[in-house]
């Protein structure tokens, strides 16, 4: 395995050093826009349709019954419902801090202006499928949009062969309170949501994410509809700042963790020391024998992994800046200090015993975050992610004379007469 | 003038009244992506290129001069300077409470998280030209950029057909404290900031209004480039909700005053009784007549105006949250009660004394806001749509104990190993 290694790189080089792999996704058009077209003209037709070809089964129902929720509890593990407990916990307590009710303002005397928090009504959240469940992407969606007060939540997730979804989702989703579950997926399920079916009714804004063509699926429907997405999605990222202070094991433990998510999995490594780098390579030798099922995917990843030494933890905080990474581990001598240097990141792990695992799961942060480098100007999903702010204003007839001129003399300046005389036809007869 | 008039239309027919005309900007891809590509591949060659062709003249300078900025000072009066200053001063203390400080949360022992507040590094602001300067609209994207603490804070405007921006811009933009600006407009400006040119650095998210080869444009950024936007823009909205108690002679001159923004403004009024409408429609003809300059204007978009006559106010509500309007005034007696069961608009404006110019203006609220019905899912925007928010973590190792058992029990339910062994390989000297 050969890893990339950079010592002391010029300025100049950094950004090819950086860049992520291209998103070709274009490519991928002609496949998704008839998918949305034809949902949006067949409906549930074109859902069952396409589950067929891409799902291999034949949907009766595309809802899940009331009956398979409820026999999912049976399927599952007393210790896994302990552990879905333990993090909705943690995730609950986490976001509920993030539920903040502002105050009425006098901006003047008799202009009152607020602003209110309202959820958005009617949410959709997508869960990916594939082998495994992925249950905390169902609390991580789930419990904010709770919190947020949503009304209609929905949750789609496409069926394995039998046509079913793991008892742990529909688990987690009936715990959590998501009353309706749809077994579709991919494109098919994006524009089901977007457009609505006989079956799936329309959301405001859908969550989660998703491969190639759920992404472009979202990207589309977020253009052509009049629905919003919670950010564009990619393969998942992690940068790892460390000094000679890091235990070389535990960093290893994090790269490859990173590493058997997705073979184009983004993982940067960062350090000032080169003695202390060839101690990595060496440790990541060693785990990486320890695993047999998802070696092959670790490789891959590992392969394209980088590693960095500069010359010093400043430079090393101007790089992750530009990168502004995913997840990002600062596992150095006073971790906290060099965290306040960070402007752009999905969330940041600090010191030795915070491994991004933590954040994926239990901690209580949520782990839908902004890749790609949308750091620089998206933050995570959140309680925010699932409400909207109104702007109300109540003015007396002394607040609006003592505007008057103000708006007057703005709305002149801007050619709007009509503005102006909306306020004189109020104070004429002062 | 025909006004359309529906008098206790049946609920099935709601969506065909209140539907917004569409919006079909796809015909002007073939004009808008060839203006982003050359920008992006020629730099300051294509965007003098393209002021020449669509605003009429040949640049110099891209960046105006600080001797323009300062030179503006002198050529607008000591009333708009002070105008000015009281707008900038009520939504800098309306915008000022928005800035909200999260504090520490230790979700369980030795498990602390939090979320940070951080500005989007570079913003930048577009400004549409046009016969009269949109100094408002400086103001409602400065003033919030600034107290967010964004340190590159750029403002793109096109210039007249003498190479200017008009000196209400310039000045406004300096009292704001705005010190990069650029003479560039339409789809070539938001490619520059997308992209960066030789003059014009890129930036990480782009605000303002525009006409539609504007909103296409962000929307092409948005989509292919590593860029955000603040949202879909489209034509100005209001809708009336209006009672016997609302003094008729306001509400027509609200309704004129959104008619002379645009041809294509929507507009709807929604009351309970058909004797008030009546008054209405009589006020509105005999108010028009006194409007020389934009009356054609006004005329064309209230020709496409809509007056509905419905039951009672509960069902004018529900028909309101389906329309989630930009702009909503509540002018019925209890405007604050009816105000409360408001789920979805952008900014609300009670009683007799809140025309919707006092938010357009002075009052403090923000007046760049979601329209086409976005409001069921974007707020308009405040100092929140110039931060992101980082989570932070940092766990002992007493805290990662304590989360270890279900940390492992939902990776190997997801089928991800490592990032069980992420921590275990932390815990094994236990």
Redesign the interface.
């Known amino acids: 395995m050969d890893i990339q290694v950079y010592i002391h790189p010029p300025f100049k080089t950094w950004n090819s050093i950086i860049k992520r792999s291209i998103r070709n996704v274009s490519r991928l058009n002609d496949l998704v826009f008839p998918i949305i077209n034809n949902v949006k003209i067949y409906g549930d037709i074109a859902l069952k349709s396409y589950t067929r070809k891409y799902d291999h089964v034949n949907l009766k129902h595309i809802q899940i019954s009331e009956e398979e929720i409820t026999e999912s509890s049976k399927k599952i593990s007393d210790?896994?419902k302990?552990?879905?407990k333990?993090?909705y916990e943690?995730i609950q307590?986490?976001h509920k801090?993030?539920i903040?009710k502002?105050?009425k303002?006098e901006?003047?005397p008799g202009?009152i202006?607020w602003?209110k928090s309202?959820p958005?009504?009617k949410v959709g959240l997508y869960i990916p499928g594939g082998?495994?469940?992925?249950?905390?992407t169902v609390l991580m969606l789930g419990v904010p949009s709770n919190l947020a007060g949503c009304e209609d939540i929905i949750l789609c997730s496409p069926p394995n062969k039998n046509g079913k979804i793991h008892p742990?989702i529909l688990y987690t989703a009936k715990y959590i309170g998501i009353k309706r579950i749809y077994k579709i997926g991919g494109a098919q399920a994006i524009a089901a949501m977007a457009y609505g079916t006989e079956s799936v009714s329309s959301v405001?804004?859908i969550f989660g994410p998703g491969n190639s063509y759920v992404t472009l699926a979202k990207?589309i429907v977020a253009?052509t509809g009049?629905?919003?997405i919670d950010m564009p999605a990619g393969p998942s990222e992690v940068v790892i700042l460390a000094d000679e202070t890091a235990n070389p094991?535990?960093v290893a433990?994090?790269l490859?963790?990173q590493?058997?998510?997705d073979p184009e999995s983004y993982i940067l490594l960062i350090t000032i020391s080169i003695s202390w780098m060839e101690k990595i390579k060496k440790e990541l030798k060693k785990?990486l024998t320890?695993?047999s099922?998802?070696q092959n995917i670790?490789k891959k990843s590992l392969e394209r992994c980088k590693m960095v030494v500069l010359s010093s933890l400043d430079e090393s905080i101007h790089l992750i800046n530009q990168v502004a990474p995913e997840h990002l581990i600062i596992n150095c001598h006073n971790?906290?200090y060099w965290?306040d240097k960070?402007?752009?990141?999905?969330?940041?792990?600090?010191?030795?015993?915070?491994?991004?695992?933590?954040?994926?799961?239990?901690?209580?942060?949520?782990h839908v975050l902004?890749t790609?480098?949308?750091?620089?100007?998206?933050?995570?999903v959140?309680v925010?992610s699932f409400i909207?702010?109104?702007?109300?204003?109540?003015?007396?007839?002394k607040?609006?004379r003592s505007?008057s001129?103000?708006?007057g003399?703005?709305?002149l300046?801007?050619?709007?007469?009509?503005?102006?005389?909306?306020?004189d036809?109020?104070l004429k007869n002062e």
Chains 1, 2 share one sequence.
């Open positions: 210790g896994l302990k552990s879905i333990v993090a943690n307590s986490f801090k993030q903040h502002e105050s303002i901006v003047s202009v202006c602003r309202v958005i009504e082998t495994a469940p992925l249950v905390s742990a405001y804004k990207q253009k009049i629905v919003s094991e535990y433990s994090d490859i963790s590493s058997e998510h785990q320890g695993f099922t998802r670790m971790a906290s965290g960070i402007k752009n990141a999905g969330s940041v792990f600090l010191g030795n015993y915070s491994p991004v695992s933590v954040g994926d799961y239990a901690s209580g942060t949520n902004p790609y480098g949308y750091a620089k100007s998206y933050s995570g959140s925010d909207k702010k109104i702007t109300f204003q109540k003015i007396t007839k607040g609006l505007l001129e103000c708006i003399r703005l709305s300046t801007e050619g709007l007469i009509a503005h102006k005389k909306s306020i036809i109020r």
